[in-house]
């Protein structure tokens, strides 16, 4: 079973900021929060991580909730290539674990 | 540094047959796993390895099997096709460290198989 959950879709107008919620509130103290985006039919692609701060790069940001329950990807700008399923998981960095993909939010960007 | 490779990219097979996808990880990562991705079942774990063994493994039949070279790179096979068997394989590597796997993946582009 997904240890997360998204919601299924979101829009956001080109230029905006899109802020994408993901419920995680059975992770253990050594998981991190993961987010990929996949672009139709190609590979998932990595996009950010973090364990309970708040992390930024190139692409996003990720906030965590002071309780590790929940998080947000932030695309602070959006375009129309960010049009994509975005996947928030759960993930530890040493160990051995399966990885459960959920369904994802499928984030249209609007012109 | 070049990413994930993953061989063929598309494949036609019918039912019956067997088939063996490639995956190259991205040069030092020595952890391999392996996803099948359907649009009624999204993307589901297969398997992972390091260091030519298998580490996890997934909730799919027999029938899906796969193993780590030396060099890190790994196949997975499938043998006796069925239908349900046509969808998008994804590989991803990862580091690894002596401590076990985990972290970061990066996929491959996948192989997009179809079972007639």
């Known amino acids: 079973d997904a240890k997360t959950t998204q919601p299924p879709s979101m829009d956001c107008a080109e230029g905006r900021a899109a802020n994408l919620p993901c419920n995680h509130s059975t992770i253990s103290g050594n998981e991190y929060v993961y987010w990929y985006r996949q672009i139709h039919s190609q590979g998932p692609q990595y996009i950010i991580h973090?364990?309970?701060n708040n992390e930024t790069n190139e692409m996003a940001s990720l906030i965590i909730t002071e309780d590790r329950k929940s998080s947000t990807l932030i695309l602070p700008h959006a375009t129309l290539r960010d049009t994509a399923v975005y996947y928030c998981i759960v993930r530890v960095e040493r160990g051995y674990q399966k990885v459960t993909f959920g369904t994802g939010t499928k984030l249209q960007v609007i012109p | 540094k070049a990413g994930v490779t993953q061989t063929p990219r598309y494949l036609i097979k019918t039912r019956g047959q067997q088939v063996t996808l490639s995956c190259s990880p991205i040069?030092?990562?020595?952890?391999v796993s392996w996803y099948q991705q359907t649009p009624g079942q999204g993307l589901q774990f297969l398997f992972e390895y390091f260091s030519e063994t298998q580490r996890n493994k997934g909730n799919f039949p027999g029938r899906f099997s796969g193993r780590q070279f030396s060099n890190s790179r790994s196949e997975m096979n499938v043998s006796t096709l069925e239908l349900g068997d046509s969808a998008l394989y994804l590989c991803a590597s990862s580091l690894a460290r002596p401590s076990g796997i985990g972290g970061t993946q990066y996929f491959g582009p996948g192989t997009r198989l179809l079972v007639l």
């Open positions: 040069s030092g990562h020595r952890s």
């Open positions: 973090g364990l309970k």
